[in-house]
């Protein structure tokens, strides 16, 4: 007989500290992967997010990462471009690290997040404008092993902001 018994939405992981992570998204050509990302977000116990352009985020595939009930209180902020945004949060002190495959990146595996940190997420396409990759203090990539050559923008952004809250479990 099994010690484990079924648990259905388990309530949220009280976090000893708010999280000091931004999530900042290039323009991207899919609201489905936004919504996802919004919704990884909001399981993370992030705060804020920031997108682009004609960014909506579709209610159904985000699911409760929105509501009033979410003890993150999750805010979505739509700029007409990533730079602004960026330069300010730098400007606050944030480590801005772009999630992209580049010249002299790092492995997302090795990588030591700042508690207080910006990830940056480029577009499924085009990745990082190179405005945007003068900005940021750090590159990180996830490792392929098989083909396609990169991870979907939503699957790689829920990775990295897996390995951030691994980093900082508490908040």
């Not at 004609?54 to 979410?70: H, M, Q, Y």
């Not at 992209?100 to 085009?126: C, D, P």
């Not at 996830?142 to 908040?171: K, S, W």
Request: glycine fraction near 8%; aromatic fraction near 6%; charged fraction near 20%.
């Amino acid at each position: 007989m099994s010690d484990f018994a079924h648990e259905r939405h388990k309530p949220p992981t009280p976090l000893d500290r708010p999280r000091e992570l931004v999530v900042a998204c290039a323009p991207v050509r899919s609201n489905v992967n936004l919504s996802r990302i919004v919704r990884a977000a909001g399981c993370c116990g992030v705060r804020r997010v920031i997108c682009c352009g004609t960014a909506k985020v579709i209610g159904a595939i985000a699911r409760d990462s929105l509501t009033p009930d979410n003890p993150a209180g999750l805010a979505v902020e739509v700029h007409r471009t990533l730079a602004p945004p960026l330069a300010r949060l730098k400007a606050d002190g944030y480590q801005l690290v772009g999630l992209e495959q580049a010249a002299g990146s790092q492995s997302l595996y090795t990588f030591a997040f700042e508690r207080k940190t910006v990830l940056v997420i480029g577009n499924e396409r085009l990745g990082l404008d190179e405005d945007v990759l003068r900005l940021v203090h750090h590159v990180v990539e996830i490792p392929v092993y098989g083909l396609p050559y990169a991870h979907n923008v939503a699957t790689a952004a829920a990775m990295a902001l897996y390995e951030y809250c691994r980093q900082y479990p508490n908040g």
